[in-house]
């Protein structure tokens, strides 16, 4: 399996920073499991669509962002969530744990599939905006 990276970081340090934060989803499964077919250790139909650059009309947080992680993330990421303690409610919170989210998302972890799974424009304007600082506007 190829390293992908980004800004000239790779994502597998960025796993490795984000397992030792212990950021995960608990969702009754180990946090490198998914319900994607597995070969080799990786996962077959997660695409590898992190852009290599920040694109032109880059997302922002309030408009695109901030409604994917309300929809996506919180639902488990907030009080009362599976995992209450590493919340993405806030923006602060959200830039906070950018590059767990990054490393999770592009990793076809996070959102758990049984969940609610990322639709594929939605995975773009969430990887752009990571790619693009995470910026707040």
Same mark, same amino acid.
């Given at each position: 399996?190829? +390293? ?15 397992? =030792? ?8 499964? #180990? ?7 597995? #070969? %080799?250790?990786? +996962?077959? *139909?997660?695409? #590898? *669509? ?14 695109? +962002? %901030? ?32 590059? =767990? +989210?990054?490393?999770?998302?592009? =990793? ?11 639709? =594929? *424009? ?10 693009? %600082?995470?910026?707040? *506007?």
């Amino acid at each position: 399996m190829s +390293i992908r990276t980004l800004a000239g970081r790779s994502l597998a340090a960025l796993a490795v920073a984000t397992a =030792a934060s212990g950021f995960a989803c608990s969702n009754g499964k #180990d946090a490198s499991s998914s319900s994607g077919a597995v #070969d %080799g250790g990786g +996962i077959v *139909d997660c695409p #590898d *669509d992190v852009p290599a650059a920040c694109p032109a009309g880059a997302p922002t947080y309030a408009k695109d +962002i %901030g409604p994917i992680i309300q929809g996506s993330c919180a639902v488990c990421h907030a009080p009362g969530g599976r995992v209450p303690g590493q919340q993405l409610v806030t923006y602060d919170q959200v830039h906070a744990q950018r590059g =767990a +989210i990054l490393s999770q998302v592009n =990793a076809c972890r996070m959102p758990p599939r049984e969940g609610r799974a990322l639709a =594929a *424009d939605a995975r773009k304007a969430l990887l752009a905006w990571l790619v693009c %600082g995470a910026k707040n *506007d």
